[in-house]
């Protein structure tokens, strides 16, 4: 534990990750409100919802062959980039087809985040802390979630409506730019051993 809780790599992470769950509070919240100010009937809303959840399941099916093709990193990058176009999107639209677009992304804003978070702390901690670090990372990402980001999103609903969701769209570019970050960290370290082996 005393490992990982010393490496600066690894809070880099749990920040990262931590942001790009976070970003879907208001909508875990507050999307049914939002969707029936909207006028959509609750039967409308439920196949919404519904289709997430298969967007979702579509990704982990093809997940392997995502993953080695672009890394966990890569698809936490694919997860904060995709945040930023369908939170601020969904401020905006308020056409049913359009809507229903949008919530395919949750396949890349959940399941590529998630997926390449796993992956990462799977091949990034030593298995001695891997426990420990997975602990650590759920109970951060979590509580910061669950718990400060979502009060922060109600009071933000309440006053602005779906426009909240471009509050939602900092949390994804936060976790899109420390995803840059680490992917940047770890390609100059793997250079750098490289150079030594070849030296």
């Known amino acids: 534990m005393g490992t990982v809780a010393r490496d600066v790599k690894f809070w880099i992470f749990v920040l990262t990750a931590s942001a790009l769950q976070a970003s879907h509070q208001l909508y875990y919240g507050f999307g049914t409100l939002h969707w029936r100010s909207l006028g959509l009937s609750d039967l409308t809303i439920g196949f919404l919802w519904a289709e997430g959840v298969l967007a979702e399941i579509v990704l982990f099916w093809h997940g392997r062959s995502l993953l080695a093709r672009i890394g966990p990193l890569g698809l936490m990058t694919l997860g904060g ?7 601020s999107l969904a401020a905006l639209v ?4 359009e809507i229903a677009v949008l919530q395919l992304l949750h396949a890349f804003t959940f399941g590529a985040s998630h997926l390449g978070a796993m992956h990462f702390l799977s091949r990034s901690v030593p298995l001695s802390a891997a426990a420990s670090a997975q602990s ?5 990402s979590s509580g910061f979630g669950a718990g400060l980001v979502m009060v922060i999103a109600g009071t933000l609903f309440g006053a602005y409506g779906g426009r909240a969701y471009l509050f939602m769209t900092l949390f994804s570019a936060a976790g899109l730019l420390g995803a840059v970050a680490l ?9 750098r051993k490289r150079y030594r082996r070849v030296s």
């Open 81 to 87: 980039a995709a945040g930023v176009l369908r939170w």
């Open 136 to 140: 650590l990372y759920t109970a951060i």
């Open 183 to 191: 992917h940047r960290g770890v390609s100059a370290r793997w250079n």
């Open 94 to 97: 308020t056409w049913l087809p």
